[in-house]
């Protein structure tokens, strides 16, 4: 089948114009905060969504990141979805779920400090978003919450620390949205250009 032909998963204007071939998956992962109140996420739609995330690269494969998470209707939902900014909480309403991306501080052993733990994370949720967009389930990432609310309302034990919040759903009507969120719904989708932020040979050339 020619490559038009695919079904796509997300409007074109949504897809990254890259400069050089990407995976559909990599370029049709965008950030949506139009979530369809209507359809549900299930567990069996969100553990594929884990299950990419625990099989990420780690340093010395400690796996530092941790996942907690509820579905839209869960008491857990409710608890999470009230740490988020008000700007956020806007919005992440209508997802299907919600889940508070963690990393243990600490390496295992009494090691000291984990200085690539948030890294991990980072990856971990990299690949969570992927496999979201492969799946056509939006995943929205947020550093905008309360920190110490989040890790009271996850009951996170000592040393596991939050990070990153995440909104995902199915995607929804961006007429749900205020007027300023459906505008940046539409936004064009930009980057650094990649000489800037990949010069060959590091910044003294060579
Ligand atoms: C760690 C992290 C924190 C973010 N925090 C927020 C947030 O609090 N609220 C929000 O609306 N978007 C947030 N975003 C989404 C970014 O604004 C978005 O990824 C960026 O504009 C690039 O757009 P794209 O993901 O659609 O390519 C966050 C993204 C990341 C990775």
Known sequence: MPDDAQPRRVAADRRAPADHPLLDAIAERWSPRAFDPDRPLTEADVLPLLEAA????????????????????????????????????????????????????????????????????????????????????????????????????????????????VALGWPGDPALLDEDRRAREAAPRVRLPLAEVAPRGGWGGG
């Not at 956020?88 to 000291?112: F, I, Q, S, T, Y």
Request: proline share 6%; with cysteine; charged share 15%.
């Open 54 to 165: 625990r099989w990420a690269a780690s340093s010395s494969n400690i796996q530092p990141w941790r996942f907690a998470w509820a579905l839209r209707g869960d008491p857990a939902f409710a608890r999470l979805l009230g740490c988020l900014n008000p700007g956020n909480a806007a919005w992440a309403h209508r997802a299907g779920a919600l889940v508070l991306g963690c990393a243990v501080a600490d390496k295992p052993g009494g090691r000291g400090p984990n200085r690539h733990a948030a890294h991990d994370l980072g990856a971990a949720l990299a690949q969570m978003a992927v496999q979201a967009a492969a799946d056509g389930i939006g995943m929205h990432a947020m550093a905008g919450f309360d920190r110490e609310a989040a890790r009271a309302a996850a009951s996170a034990p000592e040393g596991v620390e939050p990070y990153t919040a």
